[in-house]
């Protein structure tokens, strides 16, 4: 909408410039800050000007996060309206069709698609939406309606159980609209039959952006034996023994998560290949539980270890000490993948941790594949930070 009495929120000469080259986000030390801000209601339409008042971009404001400023769209008088969202929405669409043969994927994947704040996850016809800005959840009215006309979803699931909802002053409970089938839903990636809880699962309920990675590692796994850490519902084991893998363990914490990787391993015929352990993954592989048993493969897929910035050392250290006890259960010559999510740990940073608890354990090894997230979630280019998904395959001493 243009709107002349929106907000107008003007920047630094530094700031400004980084908005004019395309930088999607404004921090409060970038404003020049004034009276008028402190009273905004969170989340509304704003102008961001130059020093001298040229307008320079539209987005959202939030006067109660420090990541203040959201942009929506560049120039002098941008329309912030249901067609710029339509646009945006059929566009992100449109790649994923090409992409994917069934329509289950990432769809929407915030500042990557252009949508800062609304990430959209597609299972068939149920989807599961996450807003994360008081600026997308006021901006509602405008997406919406494109989502259901694109779409035609049976139900959407709102996940509004996210910590960057509380931080916007935002409400957490999760909302469903429209007939919820029963149950944990369907996911199908690669012939691959797996199985979502979108209401009481993880996050949106799955992680497509570890496609490509369960994928290389199924392509390897005929045939050989498979520990899958971290395993949550199956999504490393399972294609591995689809592909032919000769046995299969997972090991999770979480029951929730180990009783739809059962369901699933029933559904897709390879149940009598794999194996189930109920476990926090560092009790499993302390010393004194060592059972002896050694794989061919070993997978590591642990949740964030890095929250904030300020938790960068002890999450390295973590990520080595994982990399150090789990490396032990795989096989002279076998294969060892670790993945790590936390978007605070750099690559390099990343690689050096798993490496030096590689070295840690006395075993050598040779780099075969880094990866990152797969093709639906696109990384802004101004935002290299955003590209949070590290995946590492070594193969390990004979």
């Known amino acids: 909408m243009r709107n002349p009495d929106s907000l107008s929120v003007i920047l630094t000469k530094p700031a400004a410039r980084r908005i004019a080259e395309g930088y999607p986000w404004v921090f409060k030390g970038d404003v020049a800050w004034s009276s008028a801000l402190d009273i905004a209601e969170p989340g509304c339409l704003a102008r961001f000007c130059d020093a001298r008042l040229k307008p320079l971009a539209a987005g959202t404001f939030n006067p109660a996060t420090g990541l203040c400023g959201r942009i929506l769209a560049t120039g002098a008088n941008p329309a912030v309206d249901a067609a710029l969202f339509e646009r945006r929405l059929d566009r992100a669409l449109a790649k994923r069709e090409k992409l994917f043969a069934v329509p289950h994927y990432r769809w929407v994947h915030a500042e990557g698609d252009g949508l800062p704040g609304l990430v959209i996850d597609r299972y068939g016809e149920v989807l599961s939406i ?54 944990p839903v369907r996911v199908i990636e690669e012939g691959v039959v797996f199985r979502a809880d979108l ?134 010559g076998g294969l060892f993948f670790m993945a790590s999510c936390s978007h605070h740990a750099h690559p390099p940073q990343f690689k050096a941790a798993v490496e030096g608890g590689l070295a840690d354990a006395g075993r050598s090894f040779t780099l075969l594949r880094a990866a990152r997230a797969d093709r639906d979630h696109p990384v802004h280019p101004k935002l290299p930070q955003n590209d949070y998904l590290k995946a590492l395959t070594y193969r390990l001493d004979a």
Not at 142 to 171: H, K, S, T, Y
Not at 244 to 271: F, I, K, P, T, W
Request: hydrophobic share 45%; with cysteine; glycine share 8%.
């Open 130 to 183: 996450q807003v994360s800005t008081a600026g997308m959840e006021r901006l509602k009215p405008l997406w919406l309606p494109a989502v259901r006309a694109l779409a035609q979803p049976r139900a959407m699931v709102f996940r509004n159980d996210i910590p960057a909802r509380a931080q916007e002053g935002l409400a957490a409970a999760p909302e469903v609209l429209g007939d919820l089938p029963e149950g």
């Open 199 to 332: 209401v009481e699962g993880q996050k949106t309920g799955w992680f497509f952006d570890q496609r490509a990675n369960r994928r290389h590692i199924a392509e390897l796994a005929a045939g050989l034996s498979v520990l899958d850490l971290y395993s949550h519902s199956g999504g490393f084991g399972l294609p591995a023994a689809v592909a032919g893998a000769a046995a299969v363990r997972m090991v999770d914490v979480s029951a929730l998560a180990l009783g739809l990787s059962r369901r699933a391993a029933a559904e897709n015929g390879v149940a009598e290949r794999c194996r189930w352990t109920e476990a926090d993954v560092f009790s499993f592989l302390a010393p004194e539980a060592d059972d002896g048993e050694r794989f061919d493969i070993v997978v590591v897929d642990p949740p964030a270890f890095i929250k904030d910035r300020r938790k960068i050392p002890a999450g390295l250290a973590g990520y080595r000490k994982l990399a150090r006890m789990a490396c032990v259960r795989a096989r002279p």
